[in-house]
Each structure stands twice: as C-alpha cells, then as structure tokens.
C-alpha cells in the first residue's frame, strides 16, 4: 500500500562519518506522524554474537536491510537505511525496490575527512568502536556515483545536514 510522499532513502558513509546522528535528526523533523522507520545495518550486525566483518556476514547484512525496507515500504512505511554501503552494488538494489514500489529514492553521502572520522570514532566505546585500520580501509575504498548526494558533517550540524536533506526530499516529492 503505497503513501503519498513515501520515500526510501539511503545514508551512506564511513564509520563516524554522522550516518546515524544525522539519520535520527531527520527522523525528528519528521515527526512521530510521518510514518518513517531508521534501519541501522550496526543494528542488524550487533545481533550476530561475535561480528568478523566478512564479505559473507555483510553480504547478510544487506540482505536483511533489504528484506526489512521491503516489508516496511508494502505496509506504506518511509525508510531510512543507515549503514556504510561502501560499494555501488549495496546500493543498487534499494533504488531497484524503491522503483518497484514506486517510492522517491535518496542516496546521501555523509562525508568528513579521515583524520575527523578517526577522531569521532576514538570516542566510540564497544562494539561500535572500529579498528583505525579498517576504518581507513573503509574510507578509502567508497565508490562514488553520480547518484549520490554529498553533504559534509564537518561544515554543517547534523541539525543543518538533516535539514538540507528534507529540503531535498521534499523538492523532489514536489517535482513528482
């Protein structure tokens, strides 16, 4: 069952890039009416007992974000889906199930430099502390496309980065 203004849209990034921070801004802005629902792949990662960071666990990872934002967009849910989606192909089949449910689509990258993301990450503790290592790895190997909107967490607020989205979104809500 498919809403008016109904969207599924992407935050994609590297860790402590302000993914989820700004993710629930937006969700906030939206209002407890708005029908929205935040998917974090940390979530879906944090249920496995002893996460390795494997090409199969992600692999799982997605799958299940995907599965979930199918169930919620059918029973007329907007999704937010929070997580790194490093490479084009984690992406593509969310714009493939917001096409098939005839839902606006919204990639956003969340970018901050390196030494930022190391930073913010360093005042992470537990299971959402990454490894500097992998956290530049992660960094250095995002594919970009020309799908991708950009906004920088260094130089806005996460109030101003999730404010600057939802004037996106709803220009092309509009435009529709």
């Known amino acids: 069952m498919k809403h008016e203004n109904q969207f599924l849209m992407l935050f994609a990034g590297p860790p402590a ?78 714009r493939v199930l917001a096409r098939r449910f005839d839902v606006k689509f919204l990639a956003v990258y969340l970018k901050c430099s390196l030494q930022t993301a190391l930073k913010r990450n360093a005042e992470r503790t537990g299971w959402r502390f990454v490894p500097s290592e992998r956290l530049a790895g992660i960094f250095s190997s995002f594919e970009f496309d020309n799908s991708l909107v950009v906004v920088d967490t260094e130089t806005h607020t996460p109030r101003e980065a999730a404010e600057s989205i939802l004037s996106l979104l709803k220009t092309r809500i509009e435009a529709s």
């Open 17 to 94: 890039s302000g993914k989820t921070t700004v993710a629930r801004t937006l969700a906030e802005l939206l209002g407890e009416q708005s029908r929205v629902v935040h998917l974090q792949s940390d979530e879906i990662r944090h249920m496995i007992i002893s996460p390795i960071y494997s090409k199969h666990e992600s692999i799982t990872v997605y799958a299940s974000l995907k599965a979930l934002s199918k169930t919620f967009l059918r029973n007329g849910y907007s999704v937010i889906v929070d997580a790194t989606f490093t490479r084009v192909n984690h992406r593509r089949p969310f």
